[in-house]
Every structure is written in structure tokens, then in C-alpha cells.
């Protein structure tokens, strides 16, 4: 009964100390399940998220305040 315990006292204290190796184990395996409409609802999200960005950049002086690389970039996102 002593063995147990004591076999049992160290499972737990493993546990604890290796507690976020197995939380983060655990958590990967549900990203591998995300639909094609997910993954495609969070890039949509990323570059609306980026044009906004690249939108509030050019402030009150318009297109003036991007530069040459903002610019390229605001172009590729509005195409898509």
C-alpha cells in the first residue's frame, strides 16, 4: 500500500513540474482540426486586420504618408 502511494505522490509531482509540456501537447492537437472555412475566415480576418493597418497609416495626408513597400502591399491586399 506504501508503494502505491509513494509510486502515486511522484506521478502527481511529475505531473506538476512537466504541467505545461502536457497542456501544450494537448492544446497543438486541436489546431490540427480547424475546417477549410476557418482557415480561410482567419487569413480574410489577418489582411482585413493589415488594410486597416496600412488605412489608419496614411492618417489625415492621404497616400503621401505610406511608403513605396506599404504601398505595394496595400495594393496587393486590395486585389485579393
Given at each position: 500500500m506504501t508503494i502505491v502511494s509513494i509510486i502515486l505522490i511522484i506521478i502527481v509531482i511529475f505531473a506538476?513540474?512537466?504541467?505545461?509540456?502536457?497542456?501544450?501537447?494537448v492544446s497543438s492537437q486541436e489546431e490540427?482540426?480547424?475546417?477549410?472555412d476557418d482557415r480561410f475566415n482567419?487569413?480574410?480576418r489577418e489582411r482585413e486586420k493589415e488594410i486597416d493597418?496600412?488605412?489608419?497609416?496614411?492618417?489625415?495626408?492621404?497616400?503621401?504618408d505610406l511608403s513605396s513597400k506599404d504601398r505595394k502591399r496595400?495594393?496587393?491586399l486590395s486585389k485579393n
Open positions: 506538476f513540474v512537466f504541467r505545461k509540456k502536457i497542456t501544450s501537447t490540427k482540426y480547424i475546417s477549410i482567419e487569413r480574410k493597418q496600412l488605412l489608419s497609416k496614411m492618417g489625415k495626408n492621404g497616400i503621401d496595400l495594393e496587393e
